[in-house]
Each structure stands twice: as structure tokens, then as C-alpha cells.
Nanobody
Framework: QVQLVESGGGLVQAGGSLRLSCAASGRTFSSYFMGWFRQAPGKEREFVAAISWRGGGTLYADSVKGRFTISRDNAKNTVYLQMNSLKPEDTAVYYC?????????????????WGQGTQVTVSS
């Protein structure tokens, strides 16, 4: 099993930046496809970004493309989400997800493992 713990959320002004981290337990982190999702109040959870085992493949939602960057450090069992040019509509709880099956499984939200989430609030 994998346990995921997110950190790095907070309050930031529009145009600012934050870097989220997701620390994973277990020795097989490098075999997991990883992703970030978010859920705003009153809305469904939505895909943000995903990354393959070694980081060679990444996918992004259109709404964050060019502003957010997903990366991973397998030596530290950690995946990151660098968020730049933040907008008020980026306000949400951000969740980390992990799955061994495929990048597609992560993208559609069917990951086996999820973190508890970290709040990101962007003020206008």
C-alpha cells in the first residue's frame, strides 16, 4: 500500500506562486503513476496534472497548462506541483493520487490511492 501526504497549500494573492508536495510511503514509489486533482466548493473533483514513472511523460488540464508544472523526485518519494500565475479560480482543495496501472487510470480519477488534500486559496 501507499500512503500519500500533501503539503504546501496556503493563501496567496492572484498572480502569485505556490509549490505543493506529496510525500509517499513505501519502497515502490517509482513504479507509480502520480497525479494531482482539485475540488472547489460545490464542484466535482477535477484532474489537474499527471506524471509517469520516471517523469518523462506529463499531462495537464487545459485550465492549468503553461502555469502549472508537475515533477517528481523518486529518490525522495515525492511528487510536486509548481503553480505559477495563480488565479482565484484555482482556489480548491488539492489532492495527490497514485496508481500502478497506467497514466490514463490516474487521469480519469480511478487511482487506488489518494491523499487527504491541502487547501489552496487565491485571493483577488
Amino acid at each position: 500500500q501507499v500512503q500519500l501526504v500533501e503539503s504546501g497549500g496556503g493563501l496567496v494573492q492572484a498572480g502569485g506562486s505556490l509549490r505543493l508536495s506529496c510525500a509517499a510511503s513505501g519502497r515502490t514509489f517509482s513504479s507509480y503513476f502520480m497525479g494531482w486533482f482539485r475540488q472547489a466548493p460545490g464542484k466535482e473533483r477535477e484532474f489537474v496534472a499527471a506524471i509517469s514513472w520516471r517523469g518523462g511523460g506529463t499531462l495537464y488540464a487545459d485550465s492549468v497548462k503553461g502555469r502549472f508544472t508537475i515533477s517528481r523526485d523518486n529518490a525522495k518519494n515525492t511528487v510536486y506541483l509548481q503553480m505559477n500565475s495563480l488565479k482565484p479560480e484555482d482556489t480548491a482543495v488539492y489532492y495527490c493520487a497514485a496508481d500502478q496501472k497506467s497514466l490514463g487510470t490516474v487521469v480519469v480519477g480511478h487511482s487506488d490511492y489518494w491523499g487527504q488534500g491541502t487547501q489552496v486559496t487565491v485571493s483577488s
